[in-house]
Protein backbone atom coordinates (compact mmCIF):
# COMPACT_ATOMS: atom_id res chain seq x y z
CA UNK A 1 0.00 0.00 0.00
CA UNK A 2 1.66 3.15 -1.05
CA UNK A 3 1.65 6.24 0.88
CA UNK A 4 0.99 8.40 -2.22
CA UNK A 5 -2.17 7.51 -4.10
CA UNK A 6 -2.79 7.31 -7.62
CA UNK A 7 -4.95 5.82 -10.15
CA UNK A 8 -3.44 2.39 -11.89
CA UNK A 9 -4.18 3.59 -15.09
CA UNK A 10 -5.63 6.47 -17.60
CA UNK A 11 -6.03 6.11 -21.33
CA UNK A 12 -6.65 8.71 -24.39
CA UNK A 13 -6.07 8.77 -27.97
CA UNK A 14 -3.11 10.72 -29.90
CA UNK A 15 -3.29 14.78 -29.41
CA UNK A 16 -5.26 14.41 -26.56
CA UNK A 17 -4.80 15.71 -23.38
CA UNK A 18 -4.47 13.47 -20.18
CA UNK A 19 -3.95 14.62 -16.37
CA UNK A 20 -2.85 11.44 -14.00
CA UNK A 21 -3.44 12.90 -10.08
CA UNK A 22 -1.66 11.79 -6.46
CA UNK A 23 -3.33 12.20 -3.16
CA UNK A 24 -1.71 12.11 0.16
CA UNK A 25 -2.03 14.08 2.92
CA UNK A 26 -0.53 17.00 5.09
CA UNK A 27 2.80 15.54 6.25
CA UNK A 28 3.88 14.80 2.52
CA UNK A 29 2.12 16.56 -0.34
CA UNK A 30 0.10 18.88 1.82
CA UNK A 31 3.37 20.82 2.89
CA UNK A 32 5.70 19.99 0.50
CA UNK A 33 7.29 19.86 -2.96
CA UNK A 34 5.91 17.36 -5.08
CA UNK A 35 7.98 15.75 -8.23
CA UNK A 36 6.80 13.31 -10.99
CA UNK A 37 8.55 10.52 -12.83
CA UNK A 38 8.65 8.69 -16.12
CA UNK A 39 9.17 5.08 -16.67
CA UNK A 40 9.71 3.76 -20.05
CA UNK A 41 9.29 -0.46 -20.53
CA UNK A 42 12.68 -1.86 -19.19
CA UNK A 43 14.63 1.44 -18.51
CA UNK A 44 15.11 3.52 -15.23
CA UNK A 45 12.80 6.21 -14.16
CA UNK A 46 13.22 10.08 -15.09
CA UNK A 47 12.30 12.97 -13.93
CA UNK A 48 9.54 14.96 -15.31
CA UNK A 49 8.79 17.10 -12.54
CA UNK A 50 10.57 18.53 -9.67
CA UNK A 51 9.72 21.38 -6.72
CA UNK A 52 6.07 20.63 -8.09
CA UNK A 53 5.53 22.30 -11.18
CA UNK A 54 9.16 23.27 -12.44
CA UNK A 55 10.69 20.81 -15.56
CA UNK A 56 14.01 19.68 -15.88
CA UNK A 57 16.17 20.88 -19.17
CA UNK A 58 14.82 19.27 -21.99
CA UNK A 59 11.30 18.09 -20.68
CA UNK A 60 9.14 19.57 -23.43
CA UNK A 61 6.42 22.29 -22.15
CA UNK A 62 3.83 19.07 -22.76
CA UNK A 63 4.06 18.30 -19.35
CA UNK A 64 2.92 20.33 -16.43
CA UNK A 65 2.82 19.83 -12.88
CA UNK A 66 0.10 21.26 -9.98
CA UNK A 67 -0.83 21.13 -6.87
CA UNK A 68 -4.05 21.86 -4.98
CA UNK A 69 -4.32 20.83 -1.18
CA UNK A 70 -3.18 17.39 -0.71
CA UNK A 71 -3.63 16.28 -4.08
CA UNK A 72 -1.14 16.62 -7.08
CA UNK A 73 -1.76 16.48 -10.91
CA UNK A 74 0.54 15.90 -13.61
CA UNK A 75 -1.07 17.04 -17.06
CA UNK A 76 0.35 15.69 -20.47
CA UNK A 77 -0.82 17.28 -23.79
CA UNK A 78 -0.62 16.59 -27.52
CA UNK A 79 -0.19 13.03 -26.32
CA UNK A 80 2.11 10.91 -28.76
CA UNK A 81 2.89 6.82 -28.48
CA UNK A 82 5.89 7.65 -27.10
CA UNK A 83 4.24 9.14 -24.06
CA UNK A 84 3.06 5.46 -23.10
CA UNK A 85 4.76 4.59 -19.67
CA UNK A 86 4.23 4.15 -16.22
CA UNK A 87 4.11 7.30 -14.53
CA UNK A 88 4.63 7.75 -10.82
CA UNK A 89 4.76 10.66 -8.07
CA UNK A 90 7.02 11.53 -5.36
CA UNK A 91 7.36 13.57 -2.09
CA UNK A 92 9.38 13.72 1.15
CA UNK A 93 6.55 12.62 3.92
CA UNK A 94 7.99 14.94 6.78
CA UNK A 95 6.46 11.99 9.32
CA UNK A 96 8.04 9.56 8.26
CA UNK A 97 11.06 11.42 7.74
CA UNK A 98 11.38 9.32 4.18
CA UNK A 99 10.89 9.74 0.48
CA UNK A 100 7.61 8.23 -0.41
CA UNK A 101 5.74 7.41 -3.98
CA UNK A 102 2.31 6.33 -5.90
CA UNK A 103 2.06 2.91 -6.64
CA UNK A 104 1.96 4.07 -10.56
CA UNK A 105 -0.31 5.15 -13.27
CA UNK A 106 0.04 3.29 -16.95
CA UNK A 107 -0.61 5.04 -19.40
CA UNK A 108 -1.71 3.96 -22.25
CA UNK A 109 -2.09 6.54 -25.90
CA UNK A 110 -4.66 4.23 -27.41
CA UNK B 1 28.21 13.90 -18.56
CA UNK B 2 26.51 12.92 -15.40
CA UNK B 3 25.84 9.72 -14.90
CA UNK B 4 25.81 7.33 -11.81
CA UNK B 5 27.47 3.44 -12.84
CA UNK B 6 25.88 0.82 -10.83
CA UNK B 7 27.74 -2.39 -10.84
CA UNK B 8 26.43 -5.83 -12.09
CA UNK B 9 23.56 -8.50 -11.18
CA UNK B 10 23.80 -10.72 -7.99
CA UNK B 11 22.30 -14.17 -7.65
CA UNK B 12 21.83 -14.52 -3.85
CA UNK B 13 20.45 -17.24 -1.34
CA UNK B 14 17.90 -16.60 1.15
CA UNK B 15 19.93 -15.15 4.33
CA UNK B 16 22.67 -13.73 2.34
CA UNK B 17 23.77 -10.25 1.89
CA UNK B 18 24.09 -8.30 -0.80
CA UNK B 19 26.29 -4.79 -1.83
CA UNK B 20 25.52 -3.24 -4.29
CA UNK B 21 27.51 0.01 -5.96
CA UNK B 22 26.89 3.20 -7.55
CA UNK B 23 30.05 5.14 -8.73
CA UNK B 24 29.32 8.95 -9.90
CA UNK B 25 30.61 10.66 -12.43
CA UNK B 26 30.73 14.73 -13.84
CA UNK B 27 29.77 16.19 -11.13
CA UNK B 28 31.06 17.18 -7.88
CA UNK B 29 29.81 14.07 -5.71
CA UNK B 30 29.91 15.72 -2.17
CA UNK B 31 27.09 18.40 -3.22
CA UNK B 32 23.94 16.14 -3.73
CA UNK B 33 22.93 13.39 -1.89
CA UNK B 34 21.89 9.43 -3.23
CA UNK B 35 18.68 7.50 -2.44
CA UNK B 36 18.48 4.05 -3.18
CA UNK B 37 14.96 2.95 -4.90
CA UNK B 38 14.06 -0.61 -5.50
CA UNK B 39 11.45 -1.76 -8.58
CA UNK B 40 10.03 -5.88 -7.68
CA UNK B 41 9.04 -7.21 -10.74
CA UNK B 42 5.86 -6.14 -12.20
CA UNK B 43 5.69 -3.52 -9.25
CA UNK B 44 5.98 -0.04 -8.52
CA UNK B 45 9.24 2.39 -6.94
CA UNK B 46 9.82 1.76 -3.34
CA UNK B 47 12.07 4.39 -2.08
CA UNK B 48 14.59 2.32 0.81
CA UNK B 49 16.77 5.47 1.94
CA UNK B 50 18.44 8.22 1.40
CA UNK B 51 22.73 9.13 2.22
CA UNK B 52 24.33 12.66 2.55
CA UNK B 53 27.81 12.30 0.81
CA UNK B 54 28.76 15.04 2.50
CA UNK B 55 28.32 13.78 5.82
CA UNK B 56 27.20 10.49 5.98
CA UNK B 57 23.83 11.47 7.26
CA UNK B 58 21.17 8.44 6.50
CA UNK B 59 17.68 8.17 7.04
CA UNK B 60 16.04 4.80 6.20
CA UNK B 61 12.39 3.63 4.83
CA UNK B 62 11.02 2.35 8.24
CA UNK B 63 11.04 -1.55 6.62
CA UNK B 64 14.86 -1.65 6.01
CA UNK B 65 15.67 -0.48 9.39
CA UNK B 66 17.95 -2.73 10.61
CA UNK B 67 19.14 -4.54 7.42
CA UNK B 68 19.87 -1.80 4.88
CA UNK B 69 23.49 -0.08 5.26
CA UNK B 70 24.30 3.12 2.76
CA UNK B 71 27.92 4.30 3.06
CA UNK B 72 30.00 6.79 0.77
CA UNK B 73 33.43 6.31 -0.07
CA UNK B 74 34.12 9.57 -1.34
CA UNK B 75 37.45 9.80 -2.87
CA UNK B 76 35.71 6.86 -5.75
CA UNK B 77 32.67 8.83 -5.73
CA UNK B 78 30.93 5.65 -5.30
CA UNK B 79 27.90 4.94 -3.26
CA UNK B 80 27.18 1.42 -1.65
CA UNK B 81 23.96 -0.20 -0.54
CA UNK B 82 24.13 -3.32 1.68
CA UNK B 83 20.76 -5.27 2.38
CA UNK B 84 21.12 -8.33 4.18
CA UNK B 85 18.79 -11.47 5.32
CA UNK B 86 18.05 -11.63 2.09
CA UNK B 87 14.47 -13.16 1.43
CA UNK B 88 12.81 -14.37 -1.58
CA UNK B 89 10.72 -11.09 -2.02
CA UNK B 90 13.69 -9.04 -1.82
CA UNK B 91 13.94 -9.72 -5.62
CA UNK B 92 13.99 -6.27 -7.21
CA UNK B 93 15.61 -3.54 -9.76
CA UNK B 94 17.74 -1.57 -7.58
CA UNK B 95 18.41 1.76 -8.24
CA UNK B 96 20.89 4.55 -7.10
CA UNK B 97 19.66 8.24 -7.77
CA UNK B 98 20.65 11.56 -6.93
CA UNK B 99 18.82 13.13 -4.77
CA UNK B 100 18.17 16.56 -3.63
CA UNK B 101 16.92 17.00 -0.51
CA UNK B 102 16.41 20.65 0.70
CA UNK B 103 14.33 22.59 3.12
CA UNK B 104 13.10 25.47 1.05
CA UNK B 105 10.32 27.98 2.02
CA UNK B 106 9.37 25.93 5.05
CA UNK B 107 8.65 22.69 2.88
CA UNK B 108 10.67 19.76 2.19
CA UNK B 109 11.86 19.72 -1.65
CA UNK B 110 13.04 15.71 -2.94
CA UNK B 111 13.74 14.90 -5.90
CA UNK B 112 16.27 12.39 -7.47
CA UNK B 113 16.70 13.98 -11.33
CA UNK B 114 19.95 11.62 -12.12
CA UNK B 115 19.42 7.58 -11.96
CA UNK B 116 21.47 4.67 -12.40
CA UNK B 117 20.83 1.85 -14.41
CA UNK B 118 19.61 -0.23 -12.34
CA UNK B 119 21.06 -3.53 -10.44
CA UNK B 120 19.07 -6.64 -10.51
CA UNK B 121 19.59 -8.78 -7.47
CA UNK B 122 17.72 -12.38 -7.58
CA UNK B 123 17.48 -14.12 -4.47
CA UNK B 124 16.60 -17.62 -4.98
CA UNK B 125 17.72 -20.94 -3.37
Known amino acids: QSVLTQPPSVSAAPGQKVTISCSGG????????VSWYQQLPGTAPKLLIYETNKRPSGIPDRFSGSKSGTSATLGITGLQTGDEADYYC???????????FGGGTKLTVL | QVQLAQSGAEVKKPGASVKVSCKAS????????ISWVRQAPGQGLEWMGWISTYDGDTKYAQKFQGRVTMTTDTPTSTAYMELSSLRSDDTAVYYC??????????????????WGKGTTVTVSS
Open chain 2, 97 to 114: ARNVLEWISYSYNCYMDV
Open chain 1, 26 to 33: SSNIGNNY
Open chain 2, 26 to 33: GYTFTSYG
Open chain 1, 90 to 100: GAWDTSLSAGV
